[in-house]
């Protein structure tokens, strides 16, 4: 009761070398995923723009 320390949540457990690994992993993913994305738009609209006036 006498205990002035102020209240601290859980520490959380250093992650291993594999969690790090994949942890790596998916947030290359999530960055690549979102460059193909933007670069598939500016291909496929110009296209589709450009089929559209030609037919």
Same mark, same amino acid.
């Given at each position: 009761?006498t205990d002035? #320390?102020?209240y601290a +949540?859980?520490l959380?457990?250093?992650?291993?070398? /594999?969690? #790090?690994?994949i942890? +790596?992993?998916?947030?290359?993913?999530?960055?690549? /995923?979102v460059?193909v994305l933007?670069g598939g738009?500016?291909?496929t609209i110009?296209?589709a723009?450009?089929?559209?006036f030609?037919?």
């Amino acid at each position: 009761m006498t205990d002035l #320390r102020p209240y601290a +949540g859980p520490l959380k457990p250093p992650l291993t070398a /594999g969690a #790090r690994f994949i942890r +790596g992993f998916k947030r290359v993913g999530i960055v690549l /995923g979102v460059i193909v994305l933007v670069g598939g738009f500016a291909i496929t609209i110009p296209i589709a723009i450009d089929e559209d006036f030609s037919s």
